[in-house]
């Protein structure tokens, strides 16, 4: 069974300044995402890691896989208030006997930016 | 864009009544899923279904059943509604097995 871990699942920062949120995952996969929901509104896609090594960044936030670490962080860098959100990681598994596919999701980190 | 459509956004149903919650995407996709978002828990795998007619459970299936009758909507029912299926319910498809899934605006349900 797939089970995916965020770390820390709350988060209060100022800011300016910087901080990471991990995702851990128990099972061999080689695609994550991270979504980001607003209060009372759906998720939003933010970006999908393919492979080993993968990093991405827009604005203010990088996204790094490591597949031998079964390991995805999200950095913020000199966090602002239009960051405050809840952050979701999610694993895909594929059933390949019925060809279905699944997200797991992590717990979800929510964090908030203090001026 | 992919639009993905859910028909209701709040909801307030008895205990013991039958439900439907209906989902529709524009995009031709083959995949639907229904998650339910409960607070410290995270996104949950109700059904998801690949094809018309396919479906397959997931994580918490219990007192729920779906229906895929055209590719386009995906239905999730609650046969008796109890008080412990008060949740946000949220309707996501994908293009393809591993894609990137396309959320709706999700649906408020309310047992009482």
């Known amino acids: 069974e797939l089970k995916v871990e965020q770390n820390p699942l709350f988060l209060s920062m100022q800011e300016g300044k910087n901080y990471t949120i991990y995702c851990n995952y128990s099972?061999?996969?080689?695609?994550l995402y991270w979504y980001r929901q607003d209060p009372g509104k759906s998720l939003e896609s933010l970006f999908v890691l393919l492979s080993n090594g993968a990093v991405k960044q827009e604005g203010r936030l990088m996204a790094s896989l490591d597949t031998k670490a079964r390991l995805s962080t999200l950095h913020i860098t000199a966090a602002v208030h239009d960051l405050s959100a809840t952050y979701f990681c999610a694993v895909v598994l594929v059933n390949l006997e019925t060809s279905g596919s699944r997200l797991t999701f992590g717990e979800g980190t929510q964090l908030t930016v203090n001026p | 864009d992919v639009k993905v459509t859910q028909s209701s956004r709040y909801l307030v149903k008895r205990t013991g009544e039958k439900v439907f919650l209906e989902c529709v995407q524009d995009?031709?996709?083959?995949?639907m899923f229904w998650y339910r978002q409960d607070p410290g828990l995270g996104l949950r795998l109700i059904y998801f279904?690949?094809?018309?007619?396919?479906?397959e459970k997931g994580d918490i299936p219990e007192g729920y059943s779906v229906s895929r009758e055209k590719k386009e909507r995906f239905s999730l029912i609650l046969e008796s509604a109890s008080t412990n299926q008060t949740s946000m319910y949220l309707c996501?498809?994908?293009?393809?097995?591993?894609?990137?899934?396309?959320f709706g605006s999700g649906t408020r349900l309310t047992v009482v």
């Open positions: 279904s690949y094809d018309v007619k396919m479906k």
């Open positions: 996501a498809s994908s293009l393809t097995r591993v894609g990137g899934y396309t």
């Open positions: 099972t061999t996969s080689d695609r």
């Open positions: 995009m031709d996709h083959e995949n």
